[in-house]
């Protein structure tokens, strides 16, 4: 299968910068999208920003302009850079990737995996 670690989190004051990142593993062949979702205590998951493997963006409306999402294809590696944090930004982040992967030698099925979350705390 595929796994998704992530790391980054803190704690940090608003108005501060933090980098998240989301490194995947496993037997993979490709992976289509990469993205983050964060939930908040009470309230869904929702999504935070997703990337295609060709580049292609979107933002919550709530993060545009403030953070930058991008991916290293060669590393399976997807970043969050988060800048002018608020305290409404506080929330476990979750990355999520889907593609295909090698179940065997010449056998290939789809993934859509979940890391284990991270949290990000921003003080007012």
């Known amino acids: 299968q595929v796994q998704l670690v992530e790391s980054g989190g803190g704690l940090v004051q608003a108005g501060g910068s933090l980098r998240l990142s989301c490194a995947a593993s496993g037997r993979i062949f490709i992976i289509d999208r990469m993205g983050w979702y964060r939930q908040a205590p009470g309230k869904q998951r929702d999504l935070v920003a997703v990337?295609?493997?060709?580049?292609?963006?979107t933002y919550a409306e709530s993060v545009k302009g403030r953070f930058t999402l991008s991916r290293d294809n060669a590393k399976n590696t997807l970043y969050l850079q988060m800048n002018n944090l608020e305290p409404e930004d506080t929330a476990v982040y979750y990355c999520n990737a889907d593609g295909e992967y090698y179940k065997a030698i010449s056998w290939r099925e789809t993934f859509d995996a979940w890391g284990q979350g991270t949290l990000v705390t921003v003080s007012s």
């Open positions: 990337i295609t493997d060709s580049g292609t963006t």
